[in-house]
């Protein structure tokens, strides 16, 4: 059984600029959210999608976009990069749509906006 | 929206040593996970606890859903059990609106 992974591993850019990350589901699994971790602090959910479709969202501008393919692998794209938008990355994997079931996180992607 | 406080904030241990994590929540929880992060970031499942008691070989947890909080237990702490413990706890109870929130961790340093 594979896991959920993530790419790439480590980004830096310019404030200004776009970034898409990349996330491969769990087998399995049909659900993808998304997380923000800045340092020191616990992970915020940035939304989550099912079966391609978004399905909530946190608290995060409409700058943070994502994408679900048929294959259940997701991407997170965010514009218009800020220095604040530097974070670490997670998304997690689940069987099932919502929050309540089991959530499989992946390794991360680590952002630096300069 | 709701509150998950996790204490202590910063934990020192010896090796063999025995320790209790708290999570405390402020409202009712559709479910609750605990979690390892590991130093490189990575995401750990220690356990998925809606109630009840689980064990895993030395971790143990504890929900008390009606009294909001839940305990984890590391029974004979050993160096790799070093990093930041979080729980989080699902808040709402639509499958369209519900999401994952995290608590404020508790860092763990285990020493040889």
């Known amino acids: 059984e594979t896991g959920v992974t993530q790419s790439p591993t480590h980004l830096i850019k310019t404030r200004g600029q776009q970034v898409t990350l990349r996330c491969s589901s769990q087998?399995?699994?049909?659900?993808v959210s998304w997380y923000q971790q800045a340092l020191g602090q616990g992970p915020q959910f940035i939304f989550q999608?099912?079966?391609?479709?978004?399905?909530g969202r946190g608290n995060f501008p409409p700058r943070f976009s994502g994408l679900q393919f048929p294959n259940y692998s997701s991407e997170l794209n965010v514009n218009a990069l800020e220095l604040d938008d530097s974070a670490l990355y997670l998304c997690?994997?689940?069987?099932?749509?919502?929050?309540?079931?089991?959530?499989?996180f992946g390794p991360g992607t680590r952002l630096t906006v300069t | 929206g709701i509150q998950v406080e996790q204490s202590p904030p910063d934990l020192i241990l010896q090796e063999g040593a025995n320790s209790t994590l708290r999570c405390n929540f402020s409202?009712?929880?559709?479910?609750l996970q605990w979690f390892h992060q590991n130093p490189w970031g990575q995401l750990i499942n220690l356990f998925y606890?809606?109630?009840g008691t689980k064990q895993n070989g030395r971790l143990s947890a504890t929900t008390v859903a009606t009294e909001r909080y839940s305990l984890l237990y590391i029974s004979s702490s050993q160096t790799t059990d070093s990093g930041v413990y979080f729980c989080?706890?699902?808040?709402?109870?639509?499958?369209?609106?519900?999401?994952?929130?995290f608590g404020t961790g508790t860092r763990l340093q285990v020493f040889p």
């Open positions: 997690a994997s689940s069987p099932g749509q919502g929050a309540s079931y089991e959530q499989y």
């Open positions: 087998s399995g699994h049909n659900t």
């Open positions: 999608y099912y079966r391609e479709e978004e399905n």
């Open positions: 409202d009712s929880v559709n479910n």
């Open positions: 606890i809606p109630s």
């Open positions: 989080a706890v699902v808040e709402g109870w639509s499958y369209n609106t519900d999401k994952l929130i």
